[in-house]
Each structure stands twice: as C-alpha cells, then as structure tokens.
C-alpha cells in the first residue's frame, strides 16, 4: 500500500501566534532538514512516514521544535501521554530513581518494582490479582497467547485453538501479527497458525438497522462462531480470546451485545477472555479500561503505552492461577520491571488518582464528541462518522467528490493542521484520530478542535 507522501520541500506558511500555539518558521523547517536526512540514510524507512516536525521537547499538551514553534498535541504519542508529556511528577521520581544509582537490576529484585505492583492490583479491578512486567506492548499480547494455551493445555492437550478479529493492532511479532489475521502484514512469515482463527470484526457499518428492530449483534457473533464450527473447529480446542478493546485505527467500539455474547460462549466452553488494553487502557476512553464499557468481565489483561506515560513497560494481569502457570524462571524478559520503567510508572498511577483523570477524560471527552458531532453535520461530504468514547474520537474521512472513505484526503488534513500547530494522530488510513493528553485544559482543547475545523476547510478549499 503506497502511503501519502509529506512534504519536505520547506512550504511557507502563514504566521501563527496564539496562547497555545505558535508557527513562525516554513514547515518543515529548512535546518531540521538534515535530521531526516540523516535518519533516511541510516535507519529502516519501517519508522518512517510521520509527520515532518523534529520534537525537540514535549510538555503536557505542547510538542516544541528548536525553532521556536509550538504544537498543540492531539496524539498523546499514540495515547501514552495520558498524564501529559514530562509530566513533573514522573520526571521527580526519575530523577529520585538516576540519582539513587539504580538503573537495572534485571530479573533481581528490587523495592520499587514490589511498590509499583502492589499499587497497580490495589487499583485495578478484583480479578487482576497478579502481574507480570514485560518492555514492549506486542512481548505483553504474545505473553498474553502463551499463558492462554498453557492454561487450555493443562484441561487437554488439543486445548490451543485462539479466537481473535480480523485487523485488530496487537502489535509486530510474529504471534501478534497471525492473530490480526491480515495476511498482507502476515505475509512475511510464510504461513498461519492453523490454530489460531481471526473472525470478521464486527464494523457497524457492515449491517443496516432494520425500522424499529435494533440489529441482533449478539446473534451476529453466534453466526461468526458457528461458521468456525462448519469448517470443522472443535470449540472445546479453543483456549482463548483476544480482543483488541476497540480496533485501533478507527476507535471503533464492538456493539456491547457482540462481546456479552462472546463472554457467555467462552464461559460455556471454558474459554478465557483477554481484552488488549494496550492503547485504550488508563482513562483514555473515559473508564479505567475499555472492557468495562462493555459490562463483562476478562480473565487477563494487557497494558502498556499509558501505563508508564513515559518510559517502555507494559504487562499482563490477570488471575492468580493463571499468571502463575509458566514455571519459576520461565517467562521473563532482560528489561521486565525495569527500577526506572516501575519508578516512572508509580508516579503515573498516583498523577492519575490525583488529577482525576478518569473523569476529565470522560467529560473533557463530551465537549471533544459535541464538537465533532456538530463537524460532521456541518461537512457531511467530508466525515462519514465520528468513532470513539471520552478522550478519545477518531474521525472518518470521505472524499466529497466521490463519497469514498480516502486516506489521502484524511493525510492531507493531518499536514495542514501541522502546518497550523496542531498535531494530529496520522493514521495513515481513511481515519484521524485525536487523543489530547487527559491535562489538557478545555481552551487549549477548544482552540485546537477549531484548527482542525480550519483544516478541512482549508483543503477543501485546495481540491475544488
Ligand atoms: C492495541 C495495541 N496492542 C498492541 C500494540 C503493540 O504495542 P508496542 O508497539 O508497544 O509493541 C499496540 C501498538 O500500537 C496497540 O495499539
């Protein structure tokens, strides 16, 4: 798939000096020029394809260059910056963690690794009883696959089958890329698991409410399993599911009937159910986890991203008898529970807890959607629909000459609101999604969801 390519040809663009917002340089800057030079040169074109601006420091709801511009940041780095970028409490315990010498201690123990767990059981739900501390978002899924089949295994033998969705993000490794069962991005490795079955993901688009008659989801799921069952799948094989808690690149929800459905199905066939909180988890959706809009509840968990809000960590949590399925020794990882990662996300937890940002999302998150709702019905050749709860939206761009989803028209509005200050989550398909630090404040939100407004107009302009 050939992507939208930025500009790198310095464009000079208008002046821009608000309370949050400055441009006063062309875009991309002429002197940054050399960094993407350098990184085209010596690194793989696999990191490449972000928007051209070199951050040279982030703080709170603010990404700055060293030439004196200032963004508005709508990305939270992909929802990792839920507390805000340098958040002044993680960066404190940081610095407690440089100064005190301790850095690493790999898998030996350490006071703040035991602090850190303790604080993340207290206040996570009454199931997550146990922990395990992994680096990168895609080790905690593969992780999450591991103690599944473990734990099917040890009823029967067979047990390993893993029911997941189709284009759901898990991350890169090999494992994670078979469950979003794409087989462009899986193509790499050759073959799929013959036990692991990716089902259609249920896009609300797919069906048409009927006058009257809400659509049957829950119905729509037993449909999808019992195709399985036709191709000759033994349910009784099947160990687990995975669910990415919404799909990513469109913030799009399962229908709640879908996954009640799935909860009661994996509980009749002794199925455990692990919900993917890597990108959604921490407030982001106005609930601590995404899973609980859903009004079930999993047996394991993954998280990562916002659960440090700064530095690598991520984990799975669950129940005790599960986490403590792989023997002494056998599952970890050289960088798990790093002092610095648990330090930094010990701060994260308590800046959450203080800050209210649970609720700040949820309510901050009204203000976001009333916006865009109104968006939509004022461009609606533009936006075929707004996706997303609480912080959290993503927006999904049409082109109105043709009334197709189009991602380059959807690149096109992302590269004009840099060019204004405001940066957007690029996703490089048919959506854009916006995730603000939870801190932001209700102006910086507002002034930013109007340079997004600005954008559209801006190039729509430009096209007709
Ligand atoms: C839902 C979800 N799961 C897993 C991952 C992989 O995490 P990481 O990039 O830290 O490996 C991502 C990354 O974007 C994600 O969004």
Redesign the pocket.
Known sequence: MTGYNFIYVPQKVSFVQTKYRTIKTKIPVPESLVVFKDLKEYESRSMHGQLPIVWDRAEDFQVFDKYGNCWIDFTST??LANIGHSNPMVIKALQKQLNHKLVHTYTFAHEIRAKFLKKLIEITPRFCEKAFLL???????ECAVKLMRMHGQAIKPSKIGIISFQG??????MG?EMLKGDLGTSAWIGYMDPNMYPLPFPYPWLVEESAGYPYDWAEHFRKDIETLHKKGVNFDDICGFMI??YQ?WGAIFYPKANIQALAIFAREHGILVTF?????GFGRSGKLFVYQHYDVEPDLI?L??ALSGSL?L?AVIGRREIMDLPETGSMSSTHSANPLCCAAALANIEEIAAKNLIEESAQKGEILHSYLDKLKDKYPDHISCILGKGLLAAIIVTNPKNHKQDRFLASRICEKAMQKGLLLVHTGRESIKIGPPLTISEDALDEGLAVFEESICDVDREES
């Open positions: 992909i929802f680096s990168a978002g895609t080790e905690a899924t759901s993000m898990h991350g890169r490794t994670a990415e808690s990513g993917d909180e890597i990108q959604g993954c990562g991203k690598p991520s």
